[in-house]
């Protein structure tokens, strides 16, 4: 006998219930259950339905979509209705988790999804502008909900939706970038510790910016000296932190449009001692690790070399070989930041792919420090997904 719930919106909710697997999931304190864990289906793409196990077990509330390979992302555990004012305590929740830490910058990410207890959510913050990306139809449906929220706590200057995500294309939601309220200019400056930069909200990577590393980059701006090559530079993320400290700054992508945007950001922070290289990474790592070049700090930070598991192998071999020739490029004593935002590559398996770099560099590395995703990134145990991104700060033993 199901027991009456009381969080139910007007006793016409859909009820779906889910098999052993994904009740077990469920109870592991994962949101998510695939569509195969699905034993008997009610509702509809962008309801919030009620989960219960085989034997009536209520398990929570969760946005539905029968459309994607996850078809539920539990937002709700308690017999609590998912209302307006549910999407505001839960925002307002996210607001006083970001208001405990000290953010050193008016760049950062005000939700993170999952993490902060709304699935298919994200919202990022660049000064009075705000970011909202979109991962799931039941959010979407209730945007409105949502954007009343943020302007009662927050009153941004402009919204804009970043609708150009891969998870929109899996949740088969509409793709596009668009200005949900107010105005969003092309660019937005921003502060990150004592660096300014200008965030391209409409098509830079991610939001704008890569918000996750910015307490990596702040390291960076600690731990630099010499020398400095930052490959995979984007807009200049390490290398403006860098180059306040250090000597000389080369900034290497292929993208000619992020390096043009990094000289400018250089610009705006009077930097002069960075140099800025179009090359492909692993081309230009081989070639000069083969002359033997040396540097006092090496910054790798690639994008997701495992966007899937089955990627695991080649990516670990690419991870290998760039880590191995910045190893090589290492003057005694110089300093390796090295990143890993593959979900799929474990902190484990990245630590062992740079033994394995170090041996066969034939390098002696010294562990300074291993970093994770900026804390407004916030990591939740029971949901392994939350944690991605790497960053081992290493020294070349003398
Ligand atoms: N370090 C940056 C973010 C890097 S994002 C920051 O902290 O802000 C990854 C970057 O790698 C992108 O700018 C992309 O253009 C670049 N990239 C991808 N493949 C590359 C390759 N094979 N060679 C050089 N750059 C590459």
Redesign the pocket.
Known sequence: MVKELTGSLGGSEQRLVVGDRGAARARSGHPWIYRSDIADAGGETGDVVAVFDRRGGFLGRAFYNPDSEISLRIAERRDEAINESWFRSRIEGALAYRDSLTIDGDAHRILHAEADGVPGLVVDRYGDHLVVQIGSAAVERRLGWIMDSLYELLSPAGVLLRGDSASRRREGLEMGVRVLSGEVPETVLVREGPVRYEADLWRG?KTG??LD?REN?LAAGRYARGSVLD?????G??ALHAARIAGEVEA????GP?LEAARHNAEINGLQNITFTR????DLLRERSDVGEGFETVIL???AFAKARRDLPRARRAYKEINLRAMKLLNPGAILITCSCSYHLSRELFEETLRSAAADAGRTMRVREWRGQAADHPEVLTIPETRYLKCAVLERVP
């Not at 490959?231 to 807009?235: A, N, Q």
């Open positions: 990577q910016g890569f590393q980059h490959v995979f530079s984007y807009t993320g390490f290497v992508d292929s993208s992020a090359a492909r990474a692993f930070d690639p994008p």
